[in-house]
């Protein structure tokens, strides 16, 4: 029996290694750059980025900029070919070098050795720094930089790679590889120590099969990087000696001194905690506001508790009441949260020290943006779009691929809208309320957009009143919704994560949208409810189970810094995941004939009659 399991983990072993080397067939050596000089207009083109240390050759930075002006590219990360095996499977383990050229949309990867950049996006991104850079502040760069480009490539290119084992652990944080960044250190550690504890268990189970696991564990480096670009300089000694690097690595790692770049975010957070600390000791139940006995919607008085939720995406302490009115349907927070409450708890999700986690989930919800521009696309093509509650504008940036002719500008009360118009994203940001703002808004606009707004106002039929206001006759107006009759609401409870506390204030029955927008003189063209669905019901609530228990230990709404207990309850969390997170696939699997029929959002789009 010992032998047909060392047989199994030979044959998942083997079978990673070809995925990792598929991956890596997707990595191309740099084109080499044309003879000739460079042409004056043509010279500050692009600006070089370049790790303390690290000497590009004039000729590869000219070969770059060739590649970059051919394709068309705003961002080629240029990897050195003798880059250390370490280096490239931390990278090749969460990305697929193919799909990242291919995805204009996500945020920027690389090698963290150099990294050639169009100047008009570094300006953007506001990098003033170009060389003597640690690898991690590159490679927070490079992430950042491709939000200013979209097109963006890594190639191998022959100059020589450094060792940066003391910053792997702030390099995988600094590209935010995963969500939440702080996991991509213990998810590369923990598959590394798996292995390497199997072959152990091997050994000493059956050690004649065992130790022929051990010499295919030391081969599989070698059939990784067969036939690759880039060829480690490292690579025989890994094999030869991998029983030995694997736990070297990963204590040198671990244990390696805090980097500049880490002491500079743990410096944010302990002052945010300072902060923080000051607002939760006053209690955040003043945060709450008086009890509401009608229901916002219809004024029914006939109410009933829905559920009991938590802030599930930060771990922000509270409890927070979802009524619903026995009457229409309608869900809301009851008691809502003051003026004050709010913005504690949105204090630090979409920007502050959360607006990279923020733009980590938003620039991978592309076929979201896609899909809704779609619907309007088969109904009309507008010349004008206004996109309420745009943010950063990621749907616009997306959306106008599908719409070339369309203008797309964008609405959000906070200052994320005023960086979309400064990346391009949106052509003008209007920043404020939509219905303070409905006045100079009137009659621009052929399509406007609400995605995942309306739950989050205090009054979403003040706000469809001003939609109405602000759109011309023949105008259409596009909202998609969390849908609170969705079954896996009521089986999941507090953490069915559309519910979004405390962030969701209404959360409309389909039904009441459809009765509002018609007697607001709004036909409706199209209706959709699986196409509209925002992903696996059950897999998304196990992530935020694990996310509220401890899986990131950086939050500084915390009593204390990160410690041996936080770690451990972080480690804990991690142990945990695995079981979770496969049973919530399998649930989601079962219930797939439920999920067809029962989608946790919905999208709506409606035409203003003409007259």
């Not at 068309?72 to 250390?84: N, W």
């Not at 169009?118 to 060389?131: D, K, P």
């Not at 964008?410 to 003008?428: P, S």
Request: with cysteine; glycine share 10%; proline share 6%.
């Amino acid at each position: 029996m010992a032998v047909g399991l060392i047989i199994v983990i030979a044959l998942c072993m083997t079978a990673n290694a070809w995925r990792l080397r598929a991956r890596l067939r997707g990595l191309h050596p740099l084109p080499p750059a044309p003879g000739g000089h460079r042409p004056d207009g043509e010279r500050d083109e692009f600006v070089l980025l370049t790790v303390d240390g690290v000497q590009v050759p004039p000729g590869v930075v000219r070969a770059a900029e060739q590649h970059a002006r051919d394709k068309d590219l705003g961002l080629v990360d240029l990897m050195p070919r003798d880059l250390h095996v370490d280096a490239v499977l931390d990278l090749a383990r969460h990305l697929d070098f193919d799909a990242y050229r291919d995805d204009v949309f996500g945020m920027g990867r690389g090698g963290c050795h150099a990294v050639l950049a169009s100047r008009t996006a570094v300006t953007g991104a506001g990098i003033t720094r170009f060389t003597g850079l640690d690898p991690d502040e590159l490679g927070a760069a490079t992430a950042r930089l491709r939000l200013y480009t979209g097109s963006a490539d890594i190639v191998v290119a022959p100059f020589g790679g450094h060792d940066q084992t003391a910053f792997r652990r702030s390099r995988m944080r600094s590209l935010a590889l995963v969500i939440p960044q702080t996991l991509a250190l213990p998810q590369t550690l923990f598959a590394a120590a798996g292995g390497y504890l199997l072959v152990a268990g091997a050994i000493m189970l059956a050690p004649v099969a065992g130790l022929g696991l051990a010499l295919l564990y030391c081969a599989l480096p070698a059939l990784v990087f067969a036939g690759a670009a880039v060829r480690p300089r490292d690579l025989a000694r890994v094999c030869a000696l991998r029983l030995v690097h694997t736990p070297r690595s990963i204590a040198r790692t671990l244990t390696a001194p805090r980097t500049r770049w880490e002491r500079e975010l743990i410096a944010r957070r302990e002052q945010a905690r300072v902060w923080y600390r000051a607002e939760i000791d006053q209690g955040v139940d003043r945060f709450a506001g008086p009890r509401a006995e009608e229901c916002p919607w219809c004024g029914g008085r006939a109410l009933s508790r829905r559920v009991v939720a938590r802030d599930v995406l930060q771990g922000k302490p509270g409890r927070f009441t979802m009524d619903r009115c026995d009457g229409c349907g309608h869900v809301f927070q009851n008691p809502r949260l003051t003026p004050e409450g709010l913005a504690f708890y949105y204090k630090d999700v979409y920007d502050g020290l959360g607006d990279v986690l923020a733009e980590r989930i938003l620039s991978s919800n592309t076929s979201w943006y896609l899909a809704r521009a779609g619907l309007v696309a088969r109904a009309t093509t507008p010349r004008t779009w206004l996109d309420v509650g745009t943010g950063k504008g990621h749907f616009c940036r997306a959306a106008r691929t599908v719409l070339p002719g369309t203008r797309f500008d964008g609405l959000d009360f906070g200052a994320a809208v005023d960086e979309g118009a400064q990346r391009g994203w949106v052509e003008r940001a209007y920043r404020g309320e939509f219905t303070a703002l409905a006045a100079d808004l009137a009659g621009r606009y052929d399509v406007i957009s609400m995605h995942h707004y309306l739950e989050h106002t205090a009054d979403p039929l003040t706000e469809l009143d001003t939609a109405v206001k602000v759109l011309p006759s023949g105008g259409h107006l596009l909202i998609e919704l969390p849908d609170p009759e969705s079954w896996f609401g009521s089986v999941l409870r507090g953490f069915w994560l559309p519910w979004l506390a405390p962030q969701h204030l209404n959360m409309i029955p389909i039904g009441n949208l459809r009765e509002a927008l018609a007697q607001r003189g709004l036909e409706i063209l199209a209706e959709e409810r699986r196409e509209a669905d925002q992903g696996p019901d059950f897999v998304a609530s196990a992530a935020a189970v694990l996310n509220w228990l401890a899986l990131d230990v950086d939050r500084p709404w915390w009593p204390r810094p990160p410690g041996r207990r936080e770690y451990a309850g972080a480690l804990a969390t991690i142990v945990l995941a695995g079981p979770l997170m496969g049973t919530a696939l399998l649930l989601d699997l079962l219930t797939i004939p439920i999920a067809r029929k029962n989608s946790n959002a919905y999208r709506v789009l409606a035409r203003k009659n003409l007259g």
